[in-house]
């Protein structure tokens, strides 16, 4: 069956700090994966994805995520973290083909202090 | 473009009322989902539709019944509410694969309590 852990349930970064966000999956077909930020009161909105290709993935917010397929994992990273990334940031894993929907992990909720 | 919209953003019932969630969507979009969004659970699939006039079960579908009668719309009701159903509903929608982005959009959400 295909899931998508997300070992930290709460990360606490101070701002500027580098920042790593964790994601597992278990996935039988050539996957799709994402990562997903929701600010509070808000939807989910895309960081980035992988498909194929380059396993290093540039998204917005100056995020970029590593597709390592021998560890199944696909970390997310910011070199730089700002205030304004406090959020939950969800994982996401999905088929190249066919209707399954996406598996989401249960999300990390990420805090910056000053 | 809209994107996603959900109707209403939020609402309070009380106990065995019913209601219907609309979502709608402007971007042409084949599928479309219904999550429920409570504290440490993550995102938790309701039901989904891979097209006009079809819907399927997702994980946790008891309580709750869709359709989709137009391409761009997809209902979510509750036809007896109950205090476990109080929580964030969000719904998404997707392009078939192939058809190039392939990630799911999502709608701004519901907030429903059940007292």
């Known amino acids: 069956a295909q899931s998508v852990t997300q070992p930290d349930i709460h990360i606490t970064v101070s701002e500027g700090a580098s920042l790593e966000l964790r994601c597992n999956y278990s996935y039988g077909a050539t996957p799709y994966l994402f990562w997903y930020v929701q600010s509070p009161g808000q939807g989910l909105q895309l960081l980035l994805k992988y498909f194929s290709g380059d396993t290093l993935v540039q998204g917005i917010k100056g995020f970029e995520a590593e597709f390592k397929r021998s560890q199944s994992s696909f970390n997310l990273r910011k070199p730089s973290v700002h205030w304004s990334d406090a959020a939950e940031y969800f994982c996401a894993v999905g088929a190249v083909s066919g209707n399954t929907p996406l598996v989401f992990g249960k999300g990390t909720r990420l805090s910056v202090i000053a | 473009n809209a994107g996603v919209t959900q109707t209403p953003k939020f609402r309070v019932l009380k106990t065995g009322q019913s209601m219907t969630l609309l979502c709608a969507q402007d971007?042409?979009?084949?599928?479309m989902y219904w999550y429920r969004q409570d504290p440490g659970m993550g995102l938790r699939l309701i039901h989904y539709?891979?097209?006009?006039?079809?819907?399927a079960k997702g994980e946790v579908p008891d309580g709750y019944n869709v359709s989709r009668l137009k391409k761009q719309n997809f209902l979510l009701g509750l036809e007896s509410a109950a205090p476990s159903q109080t929580s964030v509903y969000f719904c998404a929608s997707r392009t078939l694969p192939g058809q190039g982005a392939n990630e799911q959009f999502f709608g701004p959400g519901t907030r429903l309590t059940v007292l």
């Open positions: 539709s891979v097209g006009e006039g079809t819907t």
């Open positions: 971007m042409n979009h084949e599928y």
